[in-house]
């Protein structure tokens, strides 16, 4: 509706400006020429390249010169073991967004009702883990962890007892998923919740509802949009992680991105590992584009 | 009176479940500062004698003054190009009404609801296939990949705040389009220029899944961290990791003041 | 009319009470020491202008915000304790607060389900409170977004009645409508009100809106009830300057007694004749529609002489611009031929000021 006037005054200038530079593109195209030209050479080249090369001959570089599916078949192939990675890598990630919406939720609800002014402060907090690379990050965890590290060495001194040795371990590597993607469950739930207006939980109460009622007709669905991301984004994301496993897992869990990182570096296999790249790929880009197309995103990021 | 001592659970309980949270996404930091503190070659809590000789070390050391200045290189490279970029997508994405703009706001997104791990791995593909040396250069690309899209949606949030109405104003008063945008489109979007280079530069020096597969030859910061952790733990690792930090919560700072000063004068 | 309506809220019960009601938001008074009551099926309005303190006022009884100090009784029993969605009471928002995600059937039918009474039963009482609030009934599974602005009115009118509150209050619900509209849903609020017998509390800025509507009003300025009274008293008998000025565009004389049982201003010439003891300073109020233009000075009890300095058409009548000395005056009378710019002598009888003291 109010893009009617946009698009008037809009073409008010582009108009002015073709008659002195004849017919280019719309000033809108113009501006988004560089990131569609980055995007195209950093994004979708490479992602054309991983699809020609999934389906070349295994272990060859013949990329259209072979047309083979035997890469896709040999990751289904119930004899080797990169199957497992892939369920590794999905079950990690769904257990991972899972909790994160249990943690992050009741935060982000404080953040835009509760904690008033102090919530800039604790906004700043959590984005600035952001900076700091998630390998150091999670190499803290290993030196808290670790044998005669700050958790054992402060049991000892309380009581004497010893640590539980829980690095190295599948368990480990789903807390630093859950540990390294707080902030992209909690953000975009912030955004969700804040797109809420006051007025209408203040209504419903009155007419009501209780506070279990508010959440779920309510809070809940008008805040979805902002939900769906923060699912969509950290499952994204855990579906891909790989430094989890490396910095803390000591690899007892074999992720997706390692079995192509090995094809792709040692074992010199570039058609299997852009097979499985492609297949991440399929899940992450099918279920962001589901999403995207479902979202308003002029109402999420702030035209209303 | 219920009524508020309920309000007042739900806040108690509230604050005291952020602020846990809050105190485990620093504990590691907190542990990596504790390791750098200490004298002996490997890590023993308690400590048992403190001493600042790995922060020297670490400055001394001629192999971190190449990675530092590796990653600043590249970090100032990608600041600068993510800057122009994200500007005029950010303008695409929220200020123009073109035929595309939909589309566009959709594969702007792409990048970023992509694991990165993945979109390092394809594009070392991609540059072996081409046949491109790998170095810090094609990380800046590979960076870019990653930071424009993101300093596109910082900047595109200012520029929905913007009434483009204002720029039709300049333009009725007789301003050419390079007056329009010098005069009033920049000024009024500094405050998101700015967020948008701080969120452009932090994100690049702490990026590691993106470096570690597209830098070659070339080590950043939290790429030589990372192949020390796996192999040939130094106490250097935690006291760069814990300067690397300090780095950024200085930039941080100063940028955040820098941006609240930009958005008063704006105001 | 207002009689019949005075004599009919006296004869009637008293509902709610508020005894010294404060309520204090970060060491400011939002609201001040509020003793207040309201009769059972009484429409009382308050009136302010933004920022006096009437919508905390309003979230107060609704019990969206607690007061810092006094309490409100509900037939003698404190609603401290109890919680908006326990009140008898239920606030149509300036916003509206429909659920933006519902249809309009479920939005009024939310409180319902939040009872949980049977799909059926709800539907039925939604399509009944459709028809009384004048909503086809095909709309019953439209998105309430798609709807307009006087037909979201209608539904949020709706929703409240739905679960049968004892009070209805309303935030200033017409505010943002356009005039005609307006006017035609203060008609059909007023109706509502008589046909349900309900309490209705509502807020406005507009004295005007509060005078066709309401039973009595009370005038809100920082924090505090200025006056309540009847429509009628209000108009007539106004208790401070800023109440006659909240009235609408007025002429104000400052005046203070000149000793021989007459009053005089600093800035004009003469002195008046006032219905009041001339024993105090104080303000001469007089409506636009009670100053004419005089023959001869004698015409009226006080008169000034002066210029026309512009004129505005109000349909059957001018609104007229004196220019006294320095001073402006508003005289409104039926339109007549232009004066040609000569002096003009203007006036008022004394029985129709009003005189406040200061």
Redesign the interface.
């Known amino acids: 509706m109010e893009s009617h006037a946009l698009q008037i005054q809009d073409s008010a200038i582009s108009g002015a400006v073709k008659k002195s530079r004849g017919p280019l593109l719309t000033p809108g195209a113009r501006c988004a020429l560089p990131v569609i030209v980055l995007l195209l050479l950093g994004f979708a080249a490479p992602l054309t390249a991983v699809i020609a090369y999934s389906f070349a001959e295994p272990h060859s570089f013949n990329v259209f010169s072979s047309f083979s599916f035997a890469n896709y078949a040999e990751i289904f192939n119930t004899e080797n073991t990169v199957w497992m990675s892939f369920l590794w890598s999905l079950s990690l990630a769904a257990v991972t967004v899972l909790m994160l919406s249990v943690i992050a939720y009741p935060i982000a609800y404080g953040m835009v009702y509760v904690f008033g002014r102090w919530s800039g402060l604790v906004s700043t907090l959590f984005v600035f883990p952001l900076f700091i690379s998630e390998n150091v990050r999670l190499y803290g965890w290993v030196l808290f962890f670790i044998k005669n590290g700050v958790f054992d060495g402060t049991l000892n001194l309380l009581g004497g007892a010893d640590a539980p040795e829980v690095l190295y371990s599948p368990g480990i590597i789903l807390f630093g998923m859950i540990y390294t993607y707080l902030p992209y469950m909690l953000f975009p739930l912030v955004l969700g919740l804040s797109l809420l207006p006051r007025d209408v939980v203040d209504a419903a109460k009155d007419l009501g509802a209780s506070r279990y009622q508010v959440w779920r007709e309510i809070e809940l669905p008008l805040a979805m949009p902002g939900f769906m991301i923060g699912l969509l984004l950290t499952f994204v994301l855990a579906v891909g992680a790989i430094a989890e496993s490396k910095v803390l897992g000591g690899q007892s869990v074999i992720v997706l991105t390692h079995d192509i990182e090995v094809s792709f570096t040692y074992a010199q296999n570039w058609p299997l590992g852009s097979a499985l790249a492609v297949l991440i790929t399929l899940i992450t880009g099918g279920l962001t584009l589901f999403m995207l197309f479902k979202l308003d995103l002029d109402r999420v990021l702030g035209r209303k | ?4 001592q309920a309000a007042l659970r ?2 108690t ?3 005291v ?2 602020l846990f ?2 105190f ?9 500062a ?2 750098s503190l200490t004298k002996s070659r490997y ?4 400590i048992r004698k403190w001493s600042f000789d790995w922060w020297d070390k670490t400055m001394a050391s001629i192999e971190v003054s190449t990675l530092v200045k590796t990653s600043l290189m590249l970090a100032g490279s990608v600041t600068v190009l993510a800057t ?3 500007f ?2 950010a ?12 589309l ?16 390092g ?6 540059f072996n ?1 081409l046949g491109l040396p790998l170095s810090w250069h094609t990380a800046v ?2 960076h ?2 990653w930071i ?2 993101v300093i ?2 910082v900047i ?2 200012q520029v ?2 913007f009434d ?2 204002v ?2 104003a300049a ?1 009725d008063l007789g301003a050419s ?1 390079f007056q329009v945008m010098k005069e009033v489109t920049l000024p009024m979007l500094w405050p998101g220029i700015w967020s948008g280079m701080l969120f452009a530069f ?2 690049s ?5 993106l470096s570690l ?1 597209t830098s070659g030859a070339d080590s950043t ?2 790429k030589w ?2 192949t020390k ?2 192999a040939g733990y130094t106490p250097m ?2 006291t760069l ?1 814990t300067m ?2 300090l780095g ?2 200085l930039v ?1 700072s100063i940028g ?1 003041v820098a941006v609240i000063l930009a958005r008063r004068r704006s105001n | 009319m207002s009689e019949t309506a005075l004599m009919g809220v006296s004869r009637q019960k008293l509902l709610l009470d508020l005894v010294g009601v404060r309520k204090t938001f970060d060491g400011f008074n939002a609201v001040e020491r509020i003793d207040l009551s309201v009769m059972e099926g009484e429409f009382f309005t308050i009136v302010g202008p933004s920022g006096s303190g009437k919508t905390t006022l309003l979230r107060m009884l609704a019990g969206m915000d607690q007061p810092s100090e006094g309490a409100i009784y509900l037939r003698g029993e404190s609603l401290n304790d109890m919680p908006a969605n326990k009140r008898p009471t239920c606030l149509v928002f300036q916003s509206l607060a429909l659920f933006p995600h519902m249809t309009v059937g479920q939005n009024i039918e939310f409180a319902l389900k939040m009872r949980k009474i049977a799909p059926a039963a709800r539907k039925e009482r939604a399509l009944e409170l459709m028809r009384v609030v004048r909503l086809p009934e095909t709309y019953y599974s439209k998105n309430v977004m798609k709807c307009s602005g006087g037909e979201k009115q209608r539904v949020a009118l709706a929703r409240a009645f739905t679960y049968d509150p004892e009070i209805l209050l309303f935030d200033e619900p017409l505010s943002a409508l356009d005039y005609k509209l307006r006017k035609t849903l203060e008609k059909e609020l007023k109706d509502l009100h008589r046909e349900t017998g309900k309490t209705f509390i509502y807020i406005t800025h507009s004295l005007e809106e509060a005078m066709v509507m309401s039973d009595r009003i009370g005038v809100m300025r920082d924090g505090r009830l200025v006056q309540v009274g009847t429509p009628e008293e209000i108009y007539t008998k106004p208790s401070d300057k800023f109440v006659s000025e909240f009235m609408g565009e007025v002429n104000i004389v400052r005046v203070r007694p000149d000793g021989s049982g007459r009053y005089k201003s600093e800035d004009l010439a003469g002195s008046f004749t006032v219905n009041a003891p001339a024993s105090t300073d104080g303000y001469v109020v007089i409506r636009p529609e009670f100053l004419r233009f005089l023959a001869l000075p004698s015409d009226a009890d006080n008169c000034l002489t002066g210029r026309v300095h512009n004129e505005y058409s109000l349909g059957s009548r001018v609104q007229y611009q004196v220019r006294v000395g320095e001073r402006m005056f508003l005289v409104e009378q039926p339109r007549r031929q232009s004066f040609g710019g000569g002096d003009v002598t203007i006036g008022w009888d004394a029985a129709d000021a009003i005189f406040v003291a200061e």
């Not at chain 2, 303008?91 to 703009?101: D, E, P, S």
């Not at chain 2, 020096?205 to 899944?209: D, K, L, R, S």
């Open positions: 009176m219920n009524q508020e739900t806040r309980l509230l604050w479940w952020t949270v809050i485990v996404v620093y504990l590691p930091v907190f542990c990596s504790l390791a890590f023993l809590f308690p122009i970029i994200g005029f997508g303008l695409a994405f929220a200020r123009y009404n073109w035929k595309g703009r939909s566009f706001q959709k594969v702007v997104l792409l990048p970023i609801f992509f694991p990165q791990p993945v979109l791995l394809a594009l070392l593909l991609w296939a690309i590979a870019l990949v424009a899209p596109t949606l595109a949030i929905y705040g483009p109405v720029e039709e333009f389009r932090l994100l020096w702490g990026n590691f899944p597969y910061v939290p961290l990372f952790m796996i690792v935690p990791g690397s930090t950024a919560a941080l955040g």
